[in-house]
């Protein structure tokens, strides 16, 4: 069955048969279209060739990538910093205190009863200083 092909219907077919995905006798179709026609098929490789080299992507400055591992070591420290005064202030925050008396603990409570001023600032300081931990290690996982 001989089907006589337009010029528009190979232009529709044209995105399908340059991403590869046409099935075989669609290729066949586009394949012999382009055989009869010379002056079309030469247009469609100057224009595909085109857009490949346009749509390639610009390599990046020689320094971006010394710049990116620069910045990304400096947040790691930032990130152990943070994670070692959040567990300090923690520490400091939930500390007990206890009494031994004949070889038994007499006294164990904690010592924001005695100082809940203290408390109070080395919570907060612990608290923040998780809330930027975490907030660091999302944007250490969002830029890669």
Known sequence: MNVNVTREVILDL????LSGEASPPTRAVVESF???????????REQSLENMTR??????????????FRRT?????????????????????LSIQFRFSNGRVEDLHFLAQD????????????VSCWIA????????????
């Open 14 to 17: 044209l995105p399908v048969y």
């Open 55 to 68: 749509s390639a992507p610009a390599t990046p400055p020689p320094e971006l990538e010394l710049k990116a």
């Open 133 to 144: 931990n975490f907030a660091l290690r999302h944007a250490l996982r969002s830029t890669a």
């Open 34 to 44: 382009l055989e009869q026609d010379p002056d079309f098929a030469r247009r469609i």
């Open 73 to 93: 070591r400096r947040m790691l420290v930032w990130q152990r910093w943070l994670i070692g005064f959040g567990m300090f202030f923690t520490a400091l925050a």
């Open 115 to 126: 100082h809940p001023v203290a408390f109070g600032v080395c919570a907060l300081l612990a």
